[in-house]
């Protein structure tokens, strides 16, 4: 008897509902804070055309081979190296030179502690051989963990065609792997 009852409930169709937790105003505002500055060449190149026609991104190494996602900050995804040292993520311009005023930087959905970067350096180069260094970020802390993200000036003295972000030490977790969510 009991058997038969089991079997007929679950027989019964579900039907349930999840509820989203509402957010608040404050998150909602750090959302669109996080829109604005990831608005940049990437963004603009990616919506008017396939970003792949105008841009190829290489890496030292990778865990996945869709280095693109960190163009696309929709995705809840991310690009990571694996554990070696001076681990970079490459940006080569096909169609133009880009002369880099700022540039932003989201960590991947981790707590703290758990392979945020800490210190880096934007490279430029025209020919992939020769690099100036745009900026330099050392001990650098992503307090907020989950997908903080933050906005560098860099030096604007001239237009470039590759761009490279090089890890340089330790993440916060201790090892070489480099992690980023967008660029």
């Known amino acids: 008897l009991i058997w038969d009852s089991i079997c007929e409930r679950l027989k019964l169709e579900v ?10 105003k404050a998150e909602i505002d750090q959302e669109n804070e996080k829109d604005k500055m990831f ?5 603009r190149m990616k919506s008017k055309s396939n970003i792949k026609k105008n841009v190829k991104i290489t890496a030292s190494s990778f865990k996945s081979d869709n280095m693109y996602v960190v163009t696309d900050r929709t995705q809840n995804d991310y690009w990571s190296s694996y554990n ?3 681990s970079w993520i490459k940006f080569y311009f ?3 030179s880009i002369r880099l005023e700022e540039y932003s930087i989201e960590t991947a959905n981790l707590p703290p502690g ?3 970067m800490v210190s880096w350096v934007l490279e430029a180069s025209n020919d992939d051989f020769n690099w100036s260094t745009l900026d330099t970020q050392y001990n650098y802390c992503f ?5 903080a993200a933050a906005t560098f000036p860099c030096d604007k003295s001239g237009f470039y065609r ?3 972000i090089k890890q340089c030490g ?14």
Request: net charge positive.
């Open 84 to 86: 070696l040292p001076n």
């Open 162 to 164: 590759y761009f490279r």
């Open 15 to 24: 039907n349930y509902k999840l509820k989203k937790k509402k957010k608040t």
């Open 170 to 183: 330790l993440n916060d977790m201790g090892d070489d792997t480099m992690i980023l969510k967008a660029v």
């Open 143 to 147: 307090h907020e963990g989950n997908m």
């Open 39 to 43: 608005d940049g060449i990437l963004s």
């Open 94 to 96: 096909k169609n133009k």
């Open 114 to 116: 758990k392979g945020h």
